[in-house]
């Protein structure tokens, strides 16, 4: 398995444009994630799935959008990309088995620069 | 809203060493998650608690569930020099287990 991966790994954007960040994963995982991580900061969720179809907001939703067509990929979608967009953003999945909060496995990161 | 406090923010020790670090929130949380994150890496799962009390240890790292719900604390023990990273306490938002927050993280720095 290749777990969770992230593309692209480095992308620097003008203030206006706009791109797709890219996750998949082939664990089955119903449930993935985006997260964005500040400088010297933990961990924000922006975006989650339960599954296809399915998505809901997380702490810091603004600025961004999410689709879930397939269990494999989590999309995540800047429209105007402003420089508060600056960050390295996380995809994860877990399998959400048992009822209780499960591991979650985190791609390698994507590191966004907005100029 | 739910905050997780983590303490100290950095920390500097010499190689052997033992270290402890803390989480805690204004809200009770029915799971406490510890990640550590390698520089240039995503999170890794070290430890996870489920019930109030609960001490579990992973090699030379031990984690307890505060009574209170509302702290947890990680301990590792003989600090080496792959043990350097963020440590981060983790939970489900509002209780509910599809929504995990994250603490700022403890920065942990091994001198040589």
């Known amino acids: 398995n290749a777990g969770v991966t992230q593309t692209p790994k480095f992308r620097i954007l003008k203030i206006g444009q706009s791109m797709t960040l890219q996750c998949a994963q082939d664990?089955?995982?119903?449930?993935m994630y985006w997260y964005r991580q500040d400088p010297g900061m933990g961990l924000k969720l922006i975006y989650y799935?339960?599954?296809?179809?399915?998505?809901d907001k997380g702490e810091v939703p603004n600025g961004y959008n999410v689709s879930r067509s397939t269990t494999e990929d989590f999309p995540l979608r800047l429209e105007l990309a402003a420089p508060s967009q600056t960050s390295v953003y996380f995809c994860?999945?877990?399998?959400?088995?048992?009822?209780?909060?499960?591991?979650?496995?985190f791609g390698p990161g994507t590191r966004l620069t907005v100029l | 809203g739910q905050q997780l406090n983590q303490s100290p923010q950095s920390m500097f020790i010499q190689e052997g060493e033992d270290v402890s670090m803390n989480c805690t929130s204004s809200s009770i949380f029915n799971t406490w998650l510890w990640y550590k994150q390698d520089p240039g890496e995503g999170p890794v799962l070290l430890i996870a608690?489920?019930?109030?009390?609960e001490l579990t240890s992973n090699g030379r790292l031990t984690a307890q569930f505060g009574i209170t719900r509302k702290d947890s604390f990680l301990n590792i023990s003989a600090s080496i020099p792959s043990d350097v990273g963020i440590y981060f306490c983790?939970?489900?938002?509002?209780?509910?287990?599809?929504?995990?927050?994250f603490g700022k993280g403890t920065r942990l720095h091994i001198l040589p």
């Open positions: 983790a939970g489900p938002l509002q209780n509910r287990d599809d929504k995990i927050i």
């Open positions: 994860a999945s877990s399998p959400r088995a048992g009822g209780v909060t499960d591991t979650q496995y």
């Open positions: 799935s339960v599954g296809a179809g399915i998505t």
């Open positions: 664990m089955n995982h119903n449930y």
């Open positions: 608690l489920y019930k109030a009390g």
